[in-house]
């Protein structure tokens, strides 16, 4: 029997692709109104200035527009030390990932979300533009520096949970789109850690990566990591996701 529980309303301004809603940001949402720690699937485009209704079911839940489902969430456990150890990638420095943010590969005319709160263009977005990191190691790594803007906080000048979780989708999106075998692709699964709060005003590097899935694509489908580490190379915030590809456009 599915219970209905709560409401979640992605505002216009927190959109990724044109007219929608941004994945990590209504992720991160949905989260929050189911009130634990949960993987998030994605299923269809988020509306958004629209109610979205929380239903809950046998210890699963979906985010549904009448009776689309728009995202499914499943309970989990905060990451271990051990699980953070193995899915993290060695820090990057504020210098490296703003050396790498100005390799970012996309402009205006050739972003496929232009108008994102997080990597777009516009007047007001956060600016996480990832490029290619300069390794040594010869590991494809895309880093951007980012400098979290205040009206991204809270009045403890704190980072809200909803932008942390945007700024580390669009990274592994841009690790995804640099890939050798390039390819157009959208977030279906997500889940984020914060382990330290971020502050507004303060430099992080947020780095894109393979994660505990370094064989590259699977038919349509892909794994990617991100993290952000603060100027002294902690790691503060660290996201697992997967990708599937996507015919241009979409």
Same mark, same amino acid.
């Given at each position: ?43 269809? @485009? ?58 970012? @590969?996309?402009?205006?005319? !050739?972003?496929?979300? @232009? ?8 007047? #007001? ?13 010869? #590991? ?7 400098? @979290? ?33 390039? #390819? ?27 994660? !505990? ?6 038919? #349509? ?30």
């Amino acid at each position: 029997m599915s219970e209905t529980s709560s409401s979640v309303t992605v505002p216009g301004w927190a959109q990724g692709r044109t007219g929608r809603g941004q994945g990590g940001f209504s992720s991160a949402l949905f989260e929050a109104a189911i009130g634990q720690q949960v993987s998030i699937g994605l299923r269809a @485009p988020i509306p958004l200035e629209t109610e979205l209704t929380v239903h809950e079911t046998d210890s699963r839940w979906e985010l549904r527009h009448g009776d689309v489902v728009i995202m499914t969430a499943t309970p989990r456990v905060g990451l271990s030390d051990e699980d953070t150890d193995r899915s993290a990638t060695d820090p990057v420095t504020i210098a490296d990932a703003a050396r790498a943010r100005s390799r970012f @590969p996309v402009s205006a005319d !050739t972003h496929n979300a @232009p108008h994102c709160l997080s990597c777009g263009f516009g007047e #007001r977005t956060m600016q996480v533009w990832p490029g290619l990191v300069d390794d040594p190691s010869g #590991r494809q790594r895309v880093a951007s520096d980012w400098i @979290p803007p205040a009206w991204a906080g809270s009045d403890d000048g704190l980072v809200r949970p909803p932008f942390v979780w945007m700024a580390l989708d669009c990274t592994c999106g841009f690790f995804v789109g640099h890939h050798p075998e390039r #390819r157009n692709a959208v977030t279906v699964q997500y889940a984020v850690d914060i382990l330290v709060p971020l502050r507004v005003g303060r430099p992080y590097a947020v780095v894109g990566y393979d994660g !505990t899935w370094p064989g590259g694509w699977e038919g #349509r489908k892909r794994g990617a990591s991100s993290c952000v580490f603060d100027d002294t190379g902690r790691l503060v915030a660290l996201a697992n996701s997967f990708w599937v590809s996507v015919p241009d456009g979409q």
